[in-house]
């Protein structure tokens, strides 16, 4: 049977609190620096007319039952015709992500920057973190957790004993490292840079091509079952009345 402890109130003063203090400091310090690493670059007008016409397609799917068949049928042909469709891209003028970045030096650069802005505070702050506060149990969750649990919150102790629902020290930061997006989106605002999760997805690719984007889309609007809503809005209103009146 899983003991129960009492935590000494000096762990949360020195360690639970300390602890979480400085993983929020150091994230906008990191924001910051990474604003100041980075190059200013003058956007591509072709990947922000792409990106247009990627926004364009898909208010046309969304709201494709709100138009007449004719005029959706006309936009359709306008964004995917094979010939001269906004969304066509032939195969031969299709860029790779990755050559595309490799092309340009200032766009691989930035990108290292981003990395080592978050690899090298990480890399410290777990080396601080596993040195002074190792094997300490910080907190404890106020509802019970399966033993599914135990290897996620209780990194650094070996103890089975151990209620699941108590964290130690080590996986307390990493509760706090992928844990505080939605506060540095309130401090820092939505487009900020420390999304470690987003940070790692792109570190294991280059991103996604423009190219594969627009087929992606071609292939969605041209799967579209288009059905007019125009002409059951009666049926709907009187529908609406009738659960009104009763």
Request: positive net charge; hydrophobic residues 45%; aromatic residues 10%.
């Amino acid at each position: 049977m899983a003991e129960d402890l009492v935590l000494d109130t000096a762990i949360r003063d020195w360690v639970l609190i300390p602890l979480s203090v400085v993983m929020v400091l150091i994230g906008i310090l990191r924001y910051f620096v990474s604003k100041l690493m980075l190059s200013s670059q003058v956007p591509d007008p072709k990947i922000v007319k792409e990106g247009q016409v990627i926004v364009r397609a898909r208010n046309l799917r969304a709201a494709a039952n709100f138009i007449p068949p004719k005029s959706f049928r006309s936009r359709r042909v306008y964004f995917s015709n094979e010939e001269n469709g906004l969304l066509f891209v032939p195969k031969g003028q299709a860029q790779n992500a990755q050559a595309q970045m490799f092309s340009d030096p200032n766009m691989a650069m930035d990108m290292m920057k981003k990395n080592l802005s978050m690899i090298i505070p990480q890399t410290l702050t777990f080396a601080w973190v596993n040195f002074f506060f190792s094997g300490f149990v910080a907190a404890k969750i106020p509802f019970p957790l399966t033993q599914r649990f135990r290897s996620m919150l209780q990194n650094g102790i070996d103890l089975s004993s151990v209620d699941v629902s108590y964290v130690s020290s080590r996986s307390w930061y990493f509760l706090n490292l992928f844990g505080l997006r939605g506060l540095f989106s309130l401090i820092l605002g939505e487009e900020n840079a420390t999304d470690d999760t987003q940070r790692m997805m792109q570190m294991s690719g280059f991103g996604f091509g423009p190219s594969k984007s627009l087929g992606a889309e071609k292939d969605g609007l041209d799967i579209v079952q288009h059905e007019w809503a125009l002409p059951k809005f009666e049926h709907r209103a009187e529908a609406v009345l009738k659960k009104l009146i009763r």
